[in-house]
């Protein structure tokens, strides 16, 4: 069994109450919700699940890194897709003085949880290409 690592932004008291349901169906051990860093093994991996839930569990011998990082690169296209669409969007010529405030203010809004929604993706990337860099030096 392993432990489950949920870092959010907000939910916390729900997660916190459903962590005996996550722990039971993810056949963990444990479930922290936003632990210290410092609390964080080396070999963790994450999911995105949104701009404001990502879950780590640790990976150790459970994980095909090469695999996950193919996994993370297109969900990487996929969400950077949009965010591009979104940024040319609002370059426009004409936008400031021509969208409605609100509208300014909604694609803003989704603007910032694309990017750290790819920000999280990248990074995780970055940790699956660690890990399996350790992971070939282990077996050398």
């Not at 040319?88 to 949880?113: F, H, I, S, T």
């Amino acid at each position: 069994l392993t432990h489950f690592y949920i870092k959010m932004t907000s939910g916390e008291e729900i997660a916190r109450a459903q962590s005996d349901d996550i722990s039971t169906l993810g056949r963990g051990s444990e479930v922290l919700v936003n632990p210290d860093p410092e609390s964080i093994p080396q070999s963790v991996g994450a999911q995105v699940v949104s701009d404001a839930i990502t879950v780590l569990i640790d990976l150790k011998g459970i994980v095909d890194y090469k695999q996950e990082i193919e996994r993370l690169t297109k969900s990487l296209k996929k969400t950077s897709a949009p965010l591009q669409t979104l940024e040319r969007k609002m370059a426009a010529e004409g936008y400031e003085d021509n969208v409605p405030d609100d509208l300014k203010r909604q694609n803003a809004e989704k603007l910032a949880a694309y990017k750290k929604e790819v920000s999280e993706i990248e990074e995780t990337i970055a940790n699956f290409e660690r890990l399996l860099s350790l992971e070939e030096k282990d077996q050398s």
